[in-house]
Each structure stands twice: as structure tokens, then as C-alpha cells.
């Protein structure tokens, strides 16, 4: 785990992931061209303007079925293990923040719960390999897959919405 710390920045006194009332599966990987921390784009923006290359969601081979009727789909959710980020810092400084924020308020990979999520659009699924194309996602290559969904305008998206 990272010791580094920010000024500001504020550590839980346990480690949420050797404290686990839960598990998921990894259901796969994920494909990118983001081989170093330091070379990943910061978000999913960023990602479409660093590259037009497609992340490749690779399945383990069971799960293939579950990919029926998803090529119906213009955009998924994607659901990611960020396996390679600290899980305790419950405040943290941003550097683009004037102030510490709670992680509640961020979308950072360091959080109790490593969880990331991408909503992109669906280029490919191939049920037979097991694999599914996307937009370019921010996550290094070879970050476990969590989950995917179909991503529905109607009920997922909030024109009005405000952030801080
Ligand atoms: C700010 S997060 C946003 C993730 C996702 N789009 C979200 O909103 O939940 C993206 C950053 O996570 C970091 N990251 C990417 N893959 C990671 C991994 N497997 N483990 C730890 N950190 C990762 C990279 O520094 C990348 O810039």
C-alpha cells in the first residue's frame, strides 16, 4: 500500500479490503493501451481525446451467454476493479481541489470499495469469444471487470445535473 499522504488528507485506522463482508467475481479484463500508472488519462474524456483505439472487455469463457442481446445497446455501463489503488483514504486532496474532499464526493480509484464505472458506447460483442468492444475507457490494462450493464437514456441520464 501507498504511505504517501497529502496535507490535508485523511487515513482510516483499518484497511477496508482486509476487512471484507462481501466478494465479487472477477468476471474478466479489460484491454487498454494504459500499460503505467502515470500514462492513464485522468477520466473518460481525456481517453476519447488520447486515443480512438477501443478497450476490449475479455470475459472468462463462461460467462459468454450473458452477453445475449447486448448488441442491441448503443452505450454500456462498465463496472471496474481498480486493483491497483489504496483503499483507506477517506479525505483526500485533489490536486486540482482547493480543500480536501470526502471520497464520497470524488470519482478517485482510492476508495473503501475500488469500484470505477465508464459509461461507453458498445463497438462489438462477440458472445462465441466471449468478448465485448467499447469506447476507450481511463483504466490500466489488465483491470479485472466487475460487471456490465446496458446503459438506458431514460432512466441513467439527468440533463439537469449539477456538480461541484
Ligand atoms: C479518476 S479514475 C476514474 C474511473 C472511472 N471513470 C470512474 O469515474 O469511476 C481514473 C484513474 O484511475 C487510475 N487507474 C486506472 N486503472 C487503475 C487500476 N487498475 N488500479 C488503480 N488505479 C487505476 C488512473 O490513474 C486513472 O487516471
Request: charged letters at 25%; glycine letters at 8%.
Amino acid at each position: 500500500m501507498d504511505s504517501d499522504i497529502r496535507e490535508g488528507e485523511v487515513a482510516l485506522d483499518f484497511d477496508p479490503g482486509a476487512k471484507a463482508d462481501g466478494s465479487v467475481s472477477f468476471i474478466g479484463w479489460i484491454q487498454t493501451p494504459w500499460k503505467e500508472r502515470g500514462s492513464a488519462p485522468r477520466n473518460l474524456i481525456q481517453a476519447r481525446e488520447r486515443t480512438s483505439e477501443p478497450a476490449h472487455l475479455v470475459l472468462q469463457p463462461a460467462y459468454g451467454p450473458g452477453l445475449s442481446c447486448l448488441e442491441g445497446y448503443s452505450h454500456v455501463v462498465v463496472l471496474y476493479w481498480m486493483d491497483r489503488a489504496r483503499r483507506d483514504l477517506i479525505l483526500q486532496w485533489p490536486r486540482h481541489s482547493d480543500r480536501a474532499r470526502g471520497v464520497f464526493s470524488l470519482r478517485s480509484p482510492v476508495r473503501p470499495n475500488p469500484i470505477a464505472l465508464g459509461i461507453v458506447p458498445l463497438l462489438g460483442v462477440d458472445q462465441d469469444m466471449a468478448r465485448v468492444t467499447v469506447g476507450p475507457l481511463d483504466c490500466l490494462d489488465g483491470t479485472p471487470l466487475l460487471d456490465i450493464k446496458p446503459y438506458h437514456a431514460s432512466t441513467d441520464a439527468y440533463p439537469n445535473a449539477v456538480s461541484s
